[in-house]
């Protein structure tokens, strides 16, 4: 569908987990984006701004929210207490099998993010529809901006390579731009339509797959 069409669909969603504002999805994104342009970051990062909880559509499409918004991490590996609601993590099988007891588990020590399965979300989905389309930068801040437990927190690190810690400062630029743009007053959509109509068309193809 368009990418203006599906900001209509997404607009249907009510995420539990964001509880901070009552605007809807499309106003959300649009602080966000409006924000990273007013600090005179690149237009890529404006436009992921704009995209980065696209993911939650997955909400519509019949996924429970519990496993589509909220917190990103690693699985086969041990999991981090740095992980919200960590508790819930005994109810799980992975927690009491041997193979993932360790900070590595599965994997080799240092073997880089891209090598990692993550817990499935909307940062992931997102990542997948725009990994033709935007800077390496914006890929990350997409794919990991729920992983909190590695940007906020410093957990998982043996896990990472250095191409992952040298990532790790775009995930931290955008991560307050998420949670600390949103304000009471709506942006003015028909002020701003031709400049974001502008920038979709420059990096997206007129229509996205879901």
């Not at 499309?26 to 890529?44: C, K, M, N, V, Y």
């Not at 080799?108 to 399965?117: I, Q, S």
Request: aromatic residues 16%; charged residues 25%; hydrophobic residues 35%.
């Amino acid at each position: 569908m368009p990418v203006w069409q599906a900001f209509d669909f997404l607009n249907q969603l009510v995420d539990d987990s964001d509880p901070d504002t009552d605007l809807d999805q499309f106003q959300h994104l649009l602080q966000t984006s409006e924000a990273i342009r007013a600090d005179g970051h690149p237009d890529w990062m404006v436009l992921v701004g704009l995209m980065h909880d696209m993911g939650k559509v997955l909400c519509l499409f019949g996924e429970p929210q519990w496993a589509v918004v909220g917190d990103t991490f690693p699985v086969g590996c041990a999991y981090s207490d740095k992980v919200v609601y960590p508790e819930f993590f005994r109810n799980n099988p992975d927690a009491t099998d041997e193979r993932f007891q360790s900070s590595t588990g599965v994997y080799e020590k240092g073997c880089g993010l891209r090598n990692v399965h993550m817990s499935w979300g909307h940062d992931e989905y997102v990542y997948q529809m725009m990994k033709d389309y935007l800077p390496e930068q914006g890929l990350y801040m997409l794919r990991y901006h729920s992983f909190y437990a590695w940007h906020r927190e410093g957990a998982y690190g043996d896990l990472l390579d250095d191409h992952d810690r040298e990532m790790l400062r775009w995930v931290k630029l955008f991560n307050p731009y998420d949670l600390y743009s949103k304000n009471p007053t709506p942006p003015d959509w028909k002020q701003l339509r031709p400049y974001y109509e502008d920038l979709v068309a420059k990096y997206l193809p007129a229509t996205l797959k879901f």
